[in-house]
């Protein structure tokens, strides 16, 4: 059994859905692979628009008729019956009608709206495979044991879930599921979702559960790349990269994987493979625990938006479990720092922006002075090669002489090199790096 997960723009139009549902169909050899889908492209960000109107002093409705034009018309160019979503459309309506100020877009709401996006590609999509001969049935991950944690926006995969994946999807039935990415539920039935970029994660998680011989993600590049190639134009394939390089990628900002995909794959082993919906016969990236002798480096990474927290004092040396008490400061406001560095006198973490960090802040400040740098980004060269480069930092340094480093720090698995630059400088600071180190 195969897992098979198709990313927004590889479903964006009835085109795209012809040509993955070929792709599909070049696999159902020995049985059925289980396709996850994401929403249409541009449907998240709407549906979130669609959610935040009110607050914006919008009016909500344009965007409600934008994201049923965008659906009809997707269903009208693969001949397909208008009604198919319309319930889930008119439940869409139901929901953002609730929402008359800021007050009420709390997070559990927010998912339930995000969650209509893949509710209504998993249905097209089945329909239009159906209509092409393949048995296939959508189905909503949450009525497929997807149940999950109640931290919406961000929920995780409770343990209990594999065992009722592997009961509704393990077995090789007549019909092909096409599955919702992205979306769950908790224990009390309500939706939550994965975080953006959350259906990579599905399919990992289904491929474990089910105990997949291989997982599939059918993104809009030839794989992993040796940078982000809307950054870096003549960024090259990787063509085998280890779960731990491809966990870190994820981690430091390679949007072509969700952070968490690699791990439920690690769990069991599973090969993943990145592949180009937009160029099928390309070999993509694969992804395996072991790599062989490959001492190189694999990829530049980027993470825009952080900001960097400069906790000083200068009696921290002296002061018994002073970081200690930073960090539980920071777990108390639920914040996970990205990166950290320490120095007798200062310790500098860095986190993503958009996090809310004015109480913690004011608790920090009753220990040490705090100061924070906002419109930062984290520049990271990955790959298990680094160990044996001795002139790893003199290189970068050198080829970064006219950025200024904020911050640098190095992963203890020593896959991970990475700093913290001014956000203006990252786009550069990639491109310098990739010529340093990639010759172009
Ligand atoms: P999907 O909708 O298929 O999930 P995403 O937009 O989430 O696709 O991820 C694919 C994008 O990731 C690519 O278009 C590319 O711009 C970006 N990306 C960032 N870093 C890398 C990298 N190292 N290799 C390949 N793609 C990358
Ligand atoms: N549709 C969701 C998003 O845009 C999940 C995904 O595409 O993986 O974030
Ligand atoms: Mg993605």
Same mark, same amino acid.
């Given at each position: 059994?195969?897992?098979?997960?198709?990313?927004?723009?590889?479903?964006?139009?009835?085109?795209?859905?012809?040509? $993955?549902?070929?792709?599909? !169909?070049? +696999?159902?050899?020995?049985?059925?692979?289980?396709?996850?889908?994401?929403?249409?492209?541009? @449907?998240?960000?709407?549906?979130?628009?669609?959610?935040?109107?009110?607050?914006?002093? !919008?009016?909500?409705?344009?965007?409600?008729?934008?994201?049923?034009?965008?659906?009809?018309?997707?269903?009208?160019?693969?001949?397909?019956?208008?009604?198919?979503?319309?319930?889930?459309?008119?439940?869409?309506?139901?929901?953002?009608? +609730?929402? =008359?100020?800021?007050?009420?877009?709390?997070?559990?709401?927010?998912?339930?709206?995000?969650?209509?996006?893949?509710?209504?590609?998993?249905?097209?999509?089945?329909?239009?495979?159906?209509?092409?001969?393949?048995?296939?049935?959508?189905?909503?991950?949450?009525?497929?044991?997807?149940?999950?944690?109640?931290?919406?926006?961000?929920?995780?995969?409770?343990?209990?879930?594999?065992?009722?994946?592997?009961?509704?999807?393990?077995?090789?039935?007549?019909?092909?599921?096409?599955?919702?990415?992205?979306?769950?539920?908790?224990?009390?039935?309500?939706?939550?979702?994965?975080? +953006?970029?959350?259906?990579?994660?599905?399919?990992?998680?289904?491929?474990?559960? @089910?105990?997949?011989?291989?997982?599939?993600?059918?993104?809009?590049?030839?794989?992993?790349?040796?940078?982000?190639?809307?950054?870096?134009?003549?960024?090259?394939?990787?063509?085998?990269?280890?779960?731990?390089?491809?966990?870190?990628?994820?981690?430091?900002?390679?949007?072509?994987?969700?952070?968490?995909?690699?791990?439920?794959?690690?769990?069991?082993?599973?090969?993943?493979?990145?592949?180009?919906?937009?160029?099928?016969?390309?070999?993509?990236?694969?992804?395996?625990?072991?790599?062989?002798? +490959?001492?190189?480096?694999?990829?530049?990474?980027?993470?825009?938006?952080?900001? @960097?927290? =400069?906790?000083?004092?200068?009696?921290?040396?002296?002061?018994?479990?002073?970081?200690?008490?930073?960090?539980?400061?920071?777990?108390?406001?639920?914040?996970?720092?990205?990166?950290?560095?320490?120095?007798?006198?200062?310790?500098?973490?860095?986190?993503?922006?958009?996090?809310?960090?004015?109480?913690?802040?004011?608790?920090?400040?009753?220990?040490?002075?705090?100061?924070?740098?906002? =419109?930062?980004?984290?520049?990271?060269?990955?790959?298990?090669?680094?160990?044996?480069?001795?002139?790893?930092?003199?290189?970068?340094?050198?080829?970064?002489?006219?950025?200024?480093?904020?911050?640098?720090?190095?992963?203890?698995?020593?896959?991970?090199?990475?700093?913290?630059?001014?956000?203006?400088?990252?786009?550069?600071?990639?491109?310098?790096?990739?010529? $340093?180190?990639?010759?172009?």
């Amino acid at each position: 059994m195969i897992v098979m997960k198709f990313g927004g723009t590889s479903i964006g139009s009835a085109e795209q859905i012809r040509k $993955a549902t070929a792709i599909v !169909r070049s +696999r159902m050899g020995k049985g059925n692979p289980i396709v996850v889908v994401s929403a249409l492209s541009g @449907v998240t960000d709407a549906l979130i628009a669609l959610a935040n109107g009110p607050q914006a002093g !919008r009016h909500a409705e344009g965007k409600l008729d934008w994201i049923r034009e965008r659906h009809y018309k997707v269903i009208s160019d693969l001949g397909l019956k208008k009604g198919l979503i319309d319930k889930e459309l008119s439940q869409l309506d139901k929901s953002a009608s +609730r929402i =008359n100020g800021p007050g009420d877009i709390t997070p559990k709401v927010l998912d339930t709206i995000m969650s209509f996006g893949e509710r209504m590609s998993s249905r097209i999509i089945a329909a239009h495979m159906a209509e092409s001969g393949i048995p296939a049935a959508a189905c909503d991950a949450y009525d497929a044991g997807m149940l999950t944690n109640s931290d919406f926006g961000n929920a995780d995969i409770l343990p209990g879930a594999y065992r009722l994946i592997r009961a509704a999807l393990g077995k090789d039935g007549p019909d092909l599921h096409v599955v919702t990415g992205f979306i769950g539920k908790n224990g009390r039935g309500e939706i939550t979702t994965l975080g +953006r970029g959350g259906s990579d994660y599905t399919a990992s998680i289904i491929g474990a559960a @089910v105990g997949a011989e291989r997982i599939e993600i059918w993104t809009d590049v030839d794989g992993i790349m040796t940078a982000d190639p809307r950054i870096v134009k003549s960024a090259r394939n990787v063509r085998l990269v280890s779960y731990a390089e491809a966990s870190e990628l994820a981690f430091i900002g390679a949007k072509v994987l969700h952070p968490k995909t690699i791990l439920p794959a690690i769990s069991k082993n599973i090969p993943v493979r990145i592949l180009n919906t937009f160029n099928p016969s390309h070999r993509g990236t694969t992804i395996v625990r072991c790599i062989g002798n +490959r001492k190189r480096i694999a990829s530049i990474a980027c993470k825009r938006r952080i900001s @960097v927290i =400069n906790i000083h004092t200068p009696k921290m040396f002296l002061m018994h479990g002073f970081l200690r008490r930073v960090f539980e400061t920071f777990d108390m406001f639920g914040l996970s720092v990205d990166m950290v560095s320490t120095s007798e006198v200062n310790v500098s973490v860095t986190l993503d922006q958009r996090h809310d960090t004015r109480g913690l802040v004011k608790e920090l400040e009753k220990i040490a002075e705090v100061e924070i740098k906002s =419109n930062m980004a984290m520049v990271s060269v990955v790959g298990n090669g680094l160990a044996y480069r001795t002139d790893l930092l003199s290189r970068i340094f050198s080829t970064l002489s006219s950025v200024a480093v904020e911050m640098t720090s190095s992963s203890t698995s020593e896959i991970n090199q990475s700093l913290v630059v001014k956000d203006g400088d990252a786009d550069d600071a990639v491109r310098h790096l990739h010529k $340093a180190f990639f010759g172009s």
